[in-house]
C-alpha cells in the first residue's frame, strides 16, 4: 500500500517561508511525476507545482518566483520551499504522486492527507 504523508505545514507571518516534505513509501517501484496542490477557503483545488522523473518543473503562476519543488529520488521525497508567503497562500496544501508500485504494476495517482498553511499577521 503506497502512503504519501506530507509535513510542515503552519502559521507564518506575510513575507515569511516555509517548507513542505511529502515522503511516499511502500512498495513503490518508480516515481513518474510528484508534486502539490492547494485548496484555499472557497476554492477549487489548483495545481501549485509539479516535478517529472526527468527533473522538470512545473508552477501556477501565482507562485513562480517564490516557491521550488525538489525532490530527493533516494527518499521518494518532494519538498515545496514557500517564499514571500502572502495571505492568498493560504490553503490546505496535499501531496500528489503518479507512482508504479508492485500492488497494482499500473501507474497510478495517490494523494497525501494535506496540511494547512495559514499566512496571517
Known amino acids: 500500500q503506497v502512503q504519501l504523508v506530507e509535513s510542515g505545514g503552519g502559521l507564518v507571518q506575510p513575507g515569511g517561508s516555509l517548507r513542505l516534505s511529502c515522503a511516499a513509501s511502500g512498495s513503490i517501484v518508480r516515481v513518474n511525476a510528484m508534486g502539490w496542490y492547494r485548496q484555499g477557503p472557497g476554492k477549487q483545488r489548483e495545481l501549485v507545482a509539479a516535478?517529472?522523473?526527468?527533473?522538470?518543473?512545473n508552477y501556477a503562476d501565482s507562485v513562480k518566483g517564490r516557491f521550488t519543488i525538489s525532490r530527493d529520488n533516494a527518499k521518494n521525497t518532494v519538498y515545496l520551499q514557500m517564499n514571500s508567503l502572502k495571505p492568498e497562500d493560504t490553503a490546505v496544501y496535499y501531496c500528489n504522486g503518479y507512482l508504479l508500485s508492485t500492488a497494482t504494476w499500473r501507474p497510478q495517482e495517490y494523494w497525501g492527507q494535506g496540511t494547512q498553511v495559514t499566512v496571517s499577521s
Open positions: 516535478i517529472i522523473s526527468g527533473g522538470s518543473t
